[in-house]
């Protein structure tokens, strides 16, 4: 494990009086949490609002091209098929940029990965506003996918590893915060940008989402490096500065340093040295976490591919790209009422993700994200029942389409609450250090080939068994999920990052440790 890595010296004769202090409170039971006087530290919370910008990317993309695809369908005479490879192909080859993420961090570090993931996704962006054709348009997502696939890995690791654990929850979710408000302005855009000419509007739609892309990867620089990839590096010094600025007080950053490498080394020892892991470039960590994993590293590959696979098999990012084409269904049949529409919806879910990360810290995971998924079970058939039943209806009454809007808004809304952010900020935090940011790209890996597979399919299966009959099975998959969070997502509010791994260590020992923090 790290310590085979860490090269930071021999016994424990280094430690510091805090850490030991703090090591005998946790051993008598007592529950000393680093980040335990829970102020909202203002350097913390201005560099994770730094990084989490890189997700309005993403959210832009999938907001915007919800409307735009329906210029592009008619400027391009696309088949149905063709629109569902459109859509769904930025987010399977965000699976190569996912995966790719974790060792790139590893190597030239998380800050300079959200500025690559910033550059890639700019690339991308300008190629789908210039296209001249279906086949350039396509490139230019696969580009933009590739950073995509960067910034949904790096952007919860990054902050998960700067913020202390007392806040860490609502800074996590703060790129989910940040997607959804990519939505809710790529809604906006359609709206504003509809009555144009359709060779004009679409082009407009997809190629302003490079102007954000260069500021974000401008603004990034005047970041601090995460402080766990620092000790990684053996960069004691530099992980000192930024965690006192991150801490409240010099005393806390102590602590957190001293847990920090003592996680990564086995040892305090390096606290005093620069020196052993300058080379270290994550060698290994796919040997621990595929082909020789301990018991715990299982269970928190299942937890964090099993959070992931969930998130994105209850369907919300289909939801959101072919909702005009649902309402369309539904009744709704004027573009501009649409995306009138859409903007409501963009607002409700922006509006619940912020109450979530509000109460985050507070309630915990495992509450809210249960509350999520069994509100998104119910909106699920709601909707799906509302959707069959104007399918058989010549009439279209108000009160069945004023149903399926309702239901969409309440289930992005639970989304919001639950899956949306809840996903971002548990895959970032369960991993040990070492194995933290490769472990995180592979969970957002599976959650980039199912949102893929699930958009390139909506259509074609809606087609065949209605939307209301997908809506349904969306329902069904989400019940599953609940289930799921129940029985194998342990809580972590409130744990250093260190401390976490110890829930996974057997369901009686994890037990033990909640009723201890509960007291």
């Not at 879910?349 to 495992?366: C, E, M, P, Q």
């Amino acid at each position: 494990m790290a310590g085979s890595k860490g090269g930071g010296g021999g016994g424990g004769g280094g430690e510091t009086i805090e850490y030991k202090a703090h090591e005998e409170l946790k051993a008598v039971g007592v529950s000393v949490s680093s980040g335990s006087r829970g102020r909202l530290n203002k350097y913390a919370l201005a560099s994770a609002i730094l990084a989490s910008t890189n997700s309005i990317l993403l959210g832009y993309d999938i907001g915007v091209m919800s409307g735009a695809v329906l210029y592009i369908r008619d400027n391009f005479n696309i088949t149905s098929v063709q629109v569902e490879i459109l859509v769904g192909s930025l987010n399977v080859c965000s699976l190569i940029g996912s995966l790719l993420s974790g060792k790139t961090s590893d190597w030239i570090g998380r800050r300079y990965t959200i500025v690559l993931a910033a550059l890639t996704f700019l690339i991308g962006a300008l190629l789908m506003g210039l296209a001249p054709s279906y086949l350039f348009l396509l490139a230019g997502r696969v580009v933009a996918g590739i950073g995509v696939g960067y910034s949904l890995m790096i952007s919860p690791v990054y902050t998960a590893e700067l913020a202390p654990a007392s806040t860490r929850g609502f800074l996590t979710s703060l790129p989910e915060f940040f997607i959804t408000l990519g939505i809710l302005i790529g809604y906006i855009s359609n709206y504003a940008l509809s009555g144009l000419a359709t060779n004009i509007n679409w082009r407009l739609m997809l190629g302003l989402a490079a102007v954000p892309a260069f500021a974000i990867g401008i603004g990034v620089l005047a970041m601090p490096e995460s402080p766990r990839w620092l000790v990684m590096k053996g960069r004691i010094d530099e992980a000192r500065r930024v965690l006192i600025r991150t801490s409240n007080g010099e005393e806390e950053a102590e602590l957190r340093l001293a847990e920090i490498t003592k996680a990564a080394f086995g040892t305090t020892d390096s606290l005093s040295s620069n020196s052993g892991s300058s080379n270290w470039r994550g060698e290994g960590v796919w040997k621990e976490l595929l082909w020789k994993p301990t018991r715990p590293v299982r269970r928190i590959l299942l937890a964090a591919v099993g959070i992931n696979f969930f998130m994105q098999a209850s369907g919300n990012d289909a939801v959101v790209y072919y909702t005009p084409q649902v309402f369309r269904a539904a009744g709704i049949h004027k573009r501009k009422h649409l995306f009138g529409v859409t903007v409501i919806m963009g607002i409700t879910k922006t509006s619940f993700v912020l109450i979530s990360a509000a109460f985050l810290d507070r309630f915990g995971r495992r509450p809210l994200l249960l509350l999520g998924t069994i509100g998104m079970t119910i909106s699920l058939a709601g909707l799906g029942l509302g959707s069959m039943y104007l399918a058989s209806s010549s009439s279209k009454p108000i009160w069945a389409i004023a149903l399926c809007v309702v239901a969409v808004c309440s289930d992005v809304s639970f989304f919001s609450i639950g899956l949306g952010p809840i996903t971002w900020v548990y895959s970032s935090e369960i991993f040990p250090t070492r194995l933290r940011a490769q472990g995180s790209s592979l969970a957002v890996s599976v959650n980039r080939l199912v949102s893929g597979v699930v958009s390139m399919s909506f259509l074609s299966i809606s087609e065949r068994i209605t939307f209301g009959g997908m809506f349904l099975v969306l329902s069904g998959i989400t019940a599953i999920g609940t289930v799921f969070f129940y029985l194998f997502l342990p809580e972590t509010k409130g744990k250093n990052l260190e401390d976490i791994g110890a829930l996974f260590e057997d369901q009686r020992k994890s037990r033990e440790i909640r009723d201890v923090s509960e007291r």
